[in-house]
């Protein structure tokens, strides 16, 4: 697995999908396969989560290789599946290339993203900074400060922009001020069915920019009994069917 500098679409996604392809390896009759993450980055979200989740269900499979240590691929040649690093190479089976990430064509063919490839959004409304009534939210926005983007592009995180956008256009419409904002991300990973933990994140508005309420969330621990990492498991399942409830019913 091959992959780019942040930000990407769901920050814990390409991990999260390594464990996902080793439990479908280890359960398939291949679970002498290695999965080897070559990473530009030199952390990742929930990454001590993770890593005790791989050494505990799948020892010797999967190994993260972080830009530091030459995770960083400047090349790829897919008629032989050979990704170059700066100084190594390396030959899969499989290679699964993640590009880097930008808004969708239309956000950047309609003017609404900045160089970089991102839509600047007003923290209090998610109003395009560039273009007056036009509401950028989810993978398409920047929100946080560049080159940080604190804010992760996740579905939970979306939803809660849909949300602060919805109440600034109505509040608009009636001519009254719009309602103080705050975002929300849940955001759950399974490392196998029975086997999830999660990461809450709060955010609110101060001075026109994104803030942190760094009291406000939390990560699930790594020192824990195996039935919270059952639960949280549940827990996710919950959380999609809720969600998708709450988007689309």
């Known amino acids: 697995m091959q992959m780019f500098p942040k930000p990407f679409r769901c920050p814990p996604g390409p991990y999260e999908r390594a464990a996902q392809i080793a439990h479908y390896l280890k359960h398939h ?62 030959k899969g089976e499989v290679v699964n290339i993640i590009p880097a990430h930008t808004a969708g064509k239309i956000a950047r063919d309609a003017g609404l ?10 923290p209090s409304s998610m109003e395009s900074t560039v273009h007056k009534d036009v509401y950028p939210i989810g993978d398409a926005c920047i929100a946080g400060d560049m080159p940080v983007y604190d804010m992760p592009k996740s579905a939970h995180m979306a939803s809660t922009q849909a949300k602060v956008a919805a109440g600034a256009i109505v509040a608009k419409v009636n001519g009254v001020a719009a309602p ?16 999830g933990f999660s990461v809450v994140h709060i955010y609110k508005v101060e001075n026109n920019k994104f803030v942190y309420i760094k009291t406000a969330g939390g990560i699930s621990p790594l020192e ?26």
């Open 29 to 90: 009759g291949k679970g002498k396969s290695k999965i080897l993450i070559l990473d530009p980055n030199d952390s990742f979200s929930k990454q001590g989560l993770f890593l005790q989740a791989w050494k505990a269900l799948y020892p010797g499979m999967i190994e993260w290789v972080p830009g530091k240590d030459d995770g960083k691929v400047v090349r790829v040649d897919p008629a032989t599946r050979m990704c170059y690093t700066t100084f190594g190479e390396h």
């Open 113 to 122: 993203a900045n160089a970089q490839g991102w839509c600047e959004v007003q």
């Open 224 to 249: 824990t009994p195996p039935i919270t990492r059952r639960l949280e498991a549940e827990y996710a399942n919950g959380w999609f069917n809720n969600i998708m409830a709450d988007s689309f019913a």
């Open 180 to 195: 103080e904002p705050f975002y929300v991300n849940t955001c759950y990973s399974l490392a196998a069915p029975d086997y």
